[in-house]
């Protein structure tokens, strides 16, 4: 299982990120490896996005053929991509990287629902018509 999280920096000490679309980084590690030894780091592209970032990191981790998301939120847009692309997502808690990786394989994180009503991100439209 290839698990992805919203991360505030690059590595495993780091603090989980309360947002997925503007995290500064996904971290990604392999379930199956519960001493995360490899674990593989992306910059988010769209950490400056005015609009649709949310959904530009959910269609990064389609393509890195991720299972599982944990993030603080997840914006209605995005949390319809991961939906459709069969991704589950889980609340993260204040804490590291490593400790909601381990809390998460201890089924002790519960499931995310969409934060905000569809259409209206973190963005809020006021980066429209730059």
Do not use: W
């Not at 995290?23 to 988010?44: A, T, Y």
């Not at 769209?46 to 890195?64: D, L, Q, S, Y």
């Not at 299972?67 to 993260?92: C, H, R």
């Not at 994180?109 to 009503?117: G, R, T, V, W, Y």
């Amino acid at each position: 299982m290839k698990i992805a999280i919203a991360s505030n920096g690059v590595n495993l000490d780091s603090q989980a990120s309360p947002v997925l679309g503007r995290c500064s980084h996904l971290i990604m590690v392999d379930g199956e490896d519960r001493d995360f030894k490899e674990i593989k780091v992306i910059p988010n592209p769209a950490v400056n996005e005015g609009g649709g970032a949310g959904i530009k990191t959910a269609r990064i981790m389609g393509n890195e053929k991720v299972d599982v998301i944990i993030s603080g939120s997840v914006g209605p847009n995005a949390f319809e991509v991961l939906k459709q692309l069969e991704i589950t997502m889980y609340k993260m808690v204040p804490g590291t990287v490593e400790e909601n990786l381990t809390l998460m394989l201890q089924d002790k994180l519960e499931k995310l629902n969409p934060s905000a009503p569809r259409g209206r991100g973190m963005g809020n439209g006021k980066f429209r018509g730059r």
